[in-house]
T-cell receptor, first 114, second 114 residues
Framework: DTGVSQDPRHKITKRGQNVTFRCDPISEHNRLYWYRQTLGQGPEFLTYFQNEAQLEKSRLLSDRFSAERPKGSFSTLEIQRTEQGDSAMYLC????????????FGEGSRLTVL | AQSVTQPDIHITVSEGASLELRCNYSYGATPYLFWYVQSPGQGLQLLLKYFSGDTLVQGIKGFEAEFKRSQSSFNLRKPSVHWSDAAEYFCAARSSGGYNKLIFGAGTRLAVHP
């Protein structure tokens, strides 16, 4: 069990640039989640995949955000035309499909928009 | 709306002292409940979870939590705090049906004095 892996761990970008984060879930987990965490706050749900299907998107996920999970394996979260308000930690988690499945979190990708 | 509240933003205790972190939830039915810990710059680690049954649940690192339906609470406790327990603690909840989407509280930052 290698855990949930996220890349890059840190990203500094200028306002208006596009950024992409990658998440590799635990191999046997078919459920994948993206959360955003700002300073002093708890993680906020962004979106959820079951296999390759994106089943829920939070209203926090504006049209500048897009997430994919091709082939139901790794996932990417892209932010277009970044704004300073996008600065946050982006956390990925995965879980088994069972009813009480625990979420396993990656270490997160920290985004700083200058 | 479903919500999780952690009333204490910051708590400081002396090493060896007992600890209680508060968590209240607002859900239509009894949710599944969780406590996670996050060290600086790290992802979230599950301490313990409650689904049903015995209202006192044991977790890792000597933590326990008690579910009280009448108070809509799920407080985290530890009899004797160690300096290494200094971290941020998040209470989370999810509906017992559907998938594993968690709603988090804003967190309690724990500082431990020697």
């Amino acid at each position: 069990d290698t855990g949930v892996s996220q890349d890059p761990r840190h990203k500094i970008t200028k306002r208006g640039q596009n950024v992409t984060f990658r998440c590799d879930p635990i191999s046997e987990h078919n459920r994948l989640y993206w959360y955003r965490q700002t300073l002093g706050q708890g993680p906020e749900f962004l979106t959820y995949f079951q296999n390759e299907a994106q089943l829920e998107k939070s209203r926090l996920l504006s049209d500048r955000f897009s997430a994919e999970r091709p082939k139901g394996s790794f996932s990417t979260l892209e932010i277009q035309r970044t704004e300073q308000g996008d600065s946050a930690m982006y956390l990925c988690a995965s879980s088994r499909p069972d009813r009480t499945g625990e979420l396993f979190f990656g270490e997160g990708s920290r985004l700083t928009v200058l | 709306a479903q919500s999780v509240t952690q009333p204490d933003i910051h708590i400081t205790v002396s090493e060896g002292a007992s600890l209680e972190l508060r968590c209240n939830y607002s859900y239509g039915a009894t949710p599944y409940l969780f406590w996670y810990v996050q060290s600086p710059g790290q992802g979230l680690q599950l301490l313990l979870k409650y689904f049903s049954g015995d209202t006192l649940v044991q977790g890792i690192k000597g933590f326990e939590a008690e579910f009280k339906r009448s108070q809509s609470s799920f407080n985290l406790r530890k009899p004797s705090v160690h300096w290494s327990d200094a971290a941020e603690y998040f209470c989370a909840a999810r509906s017992s049906g559907g998938y594993n989407k968690l709603i988090f509280g804003a967190g309690t930052r724990l500082a431990v004095h020697p």
